[in-house]
């Protein structure tokens, strides 16, 4: 079939054919330890779920305004400022279908053909094809395991040519955990308004950072609206990820052509969830601290278990929740070796060990695999028992 050059650059999301892979076998009736998906394992709350519920009983079934109702474009900034410092206005927030879309949208408005984007990597997997699928080129500048996989300001401004628009930094990232504190965070701004680039942070994951770190924005820091565009969601903050509801802040033009792409394609976000994360976002936060004292539970527990596996590596993650080893000495040719690459080593690990997770090649970072612990200590358990069988008899395995 003949289709576009424009959907052809890109390729369905390699998390999404994992999972996919995984809900496969799990249908065959077959025990998978999955460390696949990268969504909260926790129900979302109930509040949020009661004001979803009085929505439909109070028939707010119906379209709404584009960019989002007026109550959630206020909730929104409020939310950001008293949380993360911000001082945004109800003009200056549109309201997504998700993260990703508020992504997408922005990305789409501010680049085109010739233009480049700076990316760190690992980065998360939709990036490279987002800038892609807009026409313009991702320019990748490596983050390292020595430094926490903290996006650095020197590698940035190295990588700054006359055809940069963009530079995403993704903090806390997917899929390394790495964060990018505030100083350097500032120093990635002082760069970019220099060189009259956007700075697009990617906070979806703002809210689970490990001691001593602390959420932070970098829409905090003085003078910086000219240049930031803020992409946040109430995915994982709030365990709500199938309600689909992100959001976008930004200055006020930016904002009115990301709501013209909302105009022509999705019209709006659903009118339910909008209402659920109106609750997210005017209601308690006590349900936060809960997640992440979890979440802290389960980093150390993987953590240690991979570490424990001979010749394998792994930093600590300083948010999100994902580990992210180095294996790179089960691959190649060598005597250790399993397996060439990451893809097929993962293919091994979910036909043979039954433990579902994520290439590094996916992330731009061959050597690496992606483990989620979003699920529970038990079943992280489980999968580290079977990977540490897996690894311990790997000539049997192959
Ligand atoms: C780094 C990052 N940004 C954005 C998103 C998008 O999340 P959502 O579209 O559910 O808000 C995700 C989801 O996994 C993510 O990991």
Redesign the pocket.
Known sequence: MQLTNRINRIQTSP?ALVISAAEQLKAKGVDIADFGP??PDFPTPDHIKKAAIKAIEENRTRYTPTGGIAPLREAIPAWHSRELGSTYTPKECAVT???????FNAICVLVQAGDEVILPAPY?V??PDIIKYAGATPVIVQTRPDSGFSAKAADVEKAITAKTKVVII?SP??PTGGVVDGAEFERILAICKKRNIWLMA?E??SHFVYAPHKPFSIASAKDSKEHVII?G????TFAM?GW???YALAPEPLIQAIIKIQSQSTSNPTSIAQYAALEAMRGTMDTVPPMLAEYTKRRKRIVEGLRAISGVSCEWPAG?FYAFPNISAYLGEGKNSLAKTCTELSKLLLEKAHVALVPGEAFGAPGFLRLSYATSLERIDEGLRRLENFFAHAEAAV
């Open positions: 998390t990268g969504e279908v998700g993260g990703k879309h508020a992504i998360w939709s990036f993704n990232s997917n990617d979806c994951y992409i969601s109430v995915s994982k990820t689909r509801i992100g999100a």
